[in-house]
T-cell receptor
Framework: RKEVEQDPGPFNVPEGATVAFNCTYSNSASQSFFWYRQDCRKEPKLLMS???SGNEDGRFTAQLNRASQYISLLIRDSKLSDSATYLC?????????????FGTGTQLKVEL | DADVTQTPRNRITKTGKRIMLECSQTKGHDRMYWYRQDPGLGLRLIYYSFDVKDINKGEISDGYSVSRQAQAKFSLSLESAIPNQTALYFC??????????????FGPGTRLTVL
């Protein structure tokens, strides 16, 4: 089983739609969680951290369910500019520092 | 100006050649990382360094070596390149501390093709 699993998509949605991505992780000792965004042929950039109580940043909402080892990202009112690949990232703290494990990403295409 | 830079941005080389990818950062971070990205496999950690005198192997270090020349510089070498090392390579940095929310900042990537 992969440490971090995501549906690769692509998710093709019309502008204005709401779309949700899911991610599961296998290491129950994982401590923190992130969503990164990666545009085509570009570097990943942090979109948002995921807190235990869930958190929202504008049109984006992240949820964490530790019992089910499950993370989600909800995007409301999708924009064309949201088209990208969304990477689920799990942080485990090792002896010297944090180790990030990346999912393979979910591709989103927002269309007119 | 970019905080994390990588050179070259694109490179085509032949099997058996030695190649070095360089990474520089102006963020003042102690921690630096090298990843490779392949379609369907996500980013995988090759090597990481928590300070100038610290080098650690990641999950796929075979066939690679690194050098941390200074706090701001971390280079990745392929001693004898092979075609399955064709990939997109990213350098990243992060700040100190074991804070669970430490963000990693990525360079723009180097696209390497080994023929």
């Amino acid at each position: 089983r992969k440490e971090v699993e995501q549906d690769p998509g692509p998710f093709n949605v019309p502008e204005g739609a709401t779309v949700a991505f899911n991610c599961t992780y296998s290491n129950s000792a994982s401590q923190s969680f992130f969503w990164y965004r990666q545009d085509c042929r570009k570097e990943p950039k942090l979109l948002m951290s995921v807190y235990s109580s869930g958190n929202e940043d504008g049109r984006f909402t992240a949820q964490l369910n530790r019992a089910s080892q499950y993370i989600s990202l909800l995007i409301r009112d999708s924009k064309l500019s949201d088209s990208a690949t969304y990477l689920c990232v799990v942080n485990s703290v090792t002896g010297g520092g944090n180790k990030l494990t990346f999912g393979t990403g979910t591709q989103l295409k927002v269309e007119l | 100006d970019a905080d994390v830079t990588q050179t070259p941005r694109n490179r085509i080389t032949k099997t058996g050649k030695r190649i070095m990818l360089e990474c520089s950062q102006t963020k003042g971070h102690d921690r630096m990382y090298w990843y490779r990205q392949d379609p369907g496999l996500g980013l995988r950690l090759i090597y990481y360094s928590f300070d100038v005198k610290d080098i650690n192997k990641g999950e796929i270090s075979d066939g690679y070596s690194v050098s941390r020349q200074a706090q701001a510089k971390f280079s990745l070498s392929l001693e004898s390149a092979i075609p399955n090392q064709t990939a997109l390579y990213f350098c990243a940095t992060s700040g100190e501390g074991q804070g669970p929310y430490n963000e990693q900042f990525f360079g723009p990537g180097t696209r390497l093709t080994v023929l």
